[in-house]
Structure formats: structure tokens, C-alpha cells
């Protein structure tokens, strides 16, 4: 069982900056790939940002939705058991709850089904 605990929300002006983290429970962490979601009020939970193991003792790989690309950088610390998501240049249509989930399969999908494990999630508010 792994326990996600999402912070670093808030509110801030476009423009700004934010980094969320994820401090997850469970010996297991660094071979998880974890991922980033957001939902907004009204629409679908989607993807923003995934990692996973690719390889080596430091490697790994990561991707991102076209609408963050550039702006977002997902990264992870498994000596703390802990997944950041650095947010740059926000913009008034990124603010979403923000979630955190965990890949058991190491897959690092886009879909918020191949997601295992899922945190309760922080909110992050861009004002104009």
C-alpha cells in the first residue's frame, strides 16, 4: 500500500511559479512511476506530467502534456520518497485540484486508470 500526500498549492498570478510536492509512504517508491493530474471545475481529470525508471541507477524518463510542455518539469527524489512538479509561467487555465498517483506497472501512462494509488490532491488557483 503506498500513501500519497500532495502540497505546495495556492494561489498565485499568471505568471508565477508554484512547485507542488508529493511525499509518498512505502519502501518501494523508486521503482513506482508516479504521475501528475489535474481537474478543473466541470471537466474531466486530466494528464499533466509522468517519470519512471528507465534504466541505470539515476535515469529516468519523463513526459508531459503539450499544454504544460516547457513550462512544467516533473522531477522525484527517492531519497525522500518525494515526486515535484516545478510550474512556471502559469497561466489562469492551469488552475485545477492537483493530484498525485502512483504507478505500480511503471508505466508512467497518460490515463488515469493505470494509476494505483492516488493522493487527496492541492488546489492551485492562477488569477489573471
Known amino acids: 500500500q503506498v500513501q500519497l500526500v500532495e502540497s505546495g498549492g495556492g494561489l498565485v498570478q499568471a505568471g508565477g511559479s508554484l512547485r507542488l510536492s508529493c511525499a509518498a509512504s512505502?519502501?518501494?517508491?523508486?521503482?513506482?512511476?508516479m504521475g501528475w493530474f489535474r481537474q478543473a471545475p466541470g471537466k474531466e481529470r486530466e494528464f499533466v506530467a509522468a517519470?519512471?525508471?528507465?534504466?541505470?541507477?539515476?535515469?529516468?524518463?519523463?513526459y508531459y502534456a503539450d499544454s504544460v510542455k516547457g513550462r512544467f518539469t516533473i522531477s522525484r527524489d527517492n531519497a525522500k520518497n518525494t515526486v515535484y512538479l516545478q510550474m512556471n509561467s502559469l497561466k489562469p487555465e492551469d488552475t485545477a485540484v492537483y493530484y498525485c498517483?502512483?504507478?505500480?506497472?511503471?508505466?508512467?501512462?497518460?490515463?488515469?486508470?493505470?494509476?494505483?494509488?492516488w493522493g487527496q490532491g492541492t488546489q492551485v488557483t492562477v488569477s489573471s
Open positions: 517519470i519512471r525508471w528507465s534504466g541505470g541507477n539515476t535515469y529516468y524518463a519523463a
Open positions: 512505502g519502501r518501494t517508491f523508486s521503482v513506482y512511476a
Open positions: 498517483a502512483a504507478d505500480r506497472d511503471r508505466i508512467a501512462t497518460m490515463y488515469a486508470k493505470g494509476y494505483d494509488y
